[in-house]
């Protein structure tokens, strides 16, 4: 039981912070960059994250890791996935994945942004299969973030 002592630190907590996932599939139309759907919060600290999107808090403005994985259950060889941040529905960053070959494609996306009170990230994915594809749901498709302390 050791103790740790930070002189002039009040907050050595990585809040706010989120982690969101889905309860069910979504079909996303090839060429068409689409926001992703989340439905079931494993946490949100700050009460944060609502409507598909994370609101940086009052007050809470500073250097975030925001992170995202997709997983798509179709394409063939050279086809792409990718992954979109969007903050105030502006492109931000993005992450191209490439298929190998028929099956599915997980593309991850990781991120530090340095977002302002009031900033709404989103993500989006983008293909271009020319079908409509699903994102999966099962444990390979998530959303998450949080504030990075000390930065």
Sequence with gaps: ??????????????????????SANQNVATGTATIITWD???????????????????????????????????GNANNYLMNEIMVNDTLTQYAISRFAGAGGL??????????SEGDVVKIKALHNTGSTEVIDYDKLTWFGGFKIIGA
């Design 1 to 22: 039981g050791a103790t740790l002592t930070v002189s002039g630190s009040t907050n050595l907590t990585n809040a706010p912070a989120f982690f969101v996932t889905k």
């Design 106 to 115: 997980n593309g991850n996306i990781n991120v530090s942004l340095n977002l």
């Design 40 to 74: 079931v919060e494993s946490y949100d600290t700050a009460s944060a994250f609502a409507s598909n999107a994370f609101t940086v808090p009052s007050g809470q403005g500073g250097k975030y890791f925001i992170y995202c994985s997709l997983n798509v259950s179709g």
